[in-house]
């Protein structure tokens, strides 16, 4: 099925996809519909254009695709399924995702992975390509967060105030050195074989949807940041 979302009002395009039995659905001239395929299952969704804010909230099982950029709030509160975006994204990216991947090519803007949260046997995994903004991982409580810092300008890819508020999960930054301005609450330890034995399924789905090659991903130098057993927070919302 091709819709042509040039001419279409949000919630019009919105209704055309969650009423339609096609699984497979091509969206062309998008020009930035909000909540595409929110809440959506079982079905592949695959966008020319710039979707707006929230593509993909609530997502529950189905697989997006998106050719171009994507603006805020990719991912919100998703459940389950797979976005992929051939380029870079806005602020707030996984905004308390608690399931599925999510997969950036190249940028991301602020505060991505806010809240993101693991539940029950789901395990969220957020790949950026390029660089993050401020306050990636904040708040995180669960998940993968992974930053390759692929053409970027910047040791470490990262904004100010990383991992600000951090209580779960784990944040793998592909640098030199670590941020600066890490809370106190945080570890910051040099990947080795077992971190990156973790993370080498993800990097290969990253690079066989965007063609990079994951020896030269893995030639470089990993950190991973992670709240230590002293960390404020996690002794307030972790029952150990």
């Known amino acids: 099925m091709i819709i042509n979302a040039e001419k279409l009002n949000f919630k019009d395009l919105n209704n055309i996809i969650k009423h339609s039995d096609e699984k497979t659905i091509n969206i062309t001239d998008c020009i930035g519909q909000r909540y595409i ?18 593509l993909g909230s609530y997502l529950n099982g189905s697989n997006i695709t998106v050719l171009a950029n994507v603006q805020d709030a990719v991912g919100d509160t998703m459940n389950e399924g797979k976005i992929y975006v051939h380029g870079s994204s806005g602020d707030a990216a996984g905004y308390a995702m608690r399931g599925g991947k999510i997969f950036i090519k190249g940028n991301a803007g602020y505060r991505t992975g806010i809240h993101m949260k693991s539940y029950r046997d789901k395990l969220p995994v957020i790949v950026i390509g390029g660089s993050a903004g401020s306050f990636l991982g904040e708040y995180q409580a669960g998940g993968i ?3 390759l810092g692929i053409n ?9 105030f990383c ?8 944040i793998y930054l592909r640098c030199n050195n670590p941020p600066k301005d890490i809370p106190s609450q945080i570890n910051a330890h040099i990947a080795d074989k077992n971190d990156l034995k973790e993370i080498e399924s993800y990097i290969d789905e990253f690079c066989a949807e965007f063609s990079f090659n994951k020896d ?8 991973v940041l992670t709240p230590n057993a002293q960390n404020q927070y996690k002794q307030l919302y972790i029952d150990n």
Do not use: C
């Open 163 to 170: 991992a600000a508020g951090m209580y779960g999960g784990k």
């Open 37 to 54: 395929a929110s809440g959506l299952s079982e079905k592949n969704i695959f966008i020319k254009g710039t979707p707006g804010n929230a």
């Open 216 to 223: 030269e991903i893995f030639s470089h130098n990993f950190y």
């Open 145 to 147: 967060i992974i930053v």
């Open 152 to 160: 970027s300008d910047y040791d470490p890819p990262v904004g100010y």
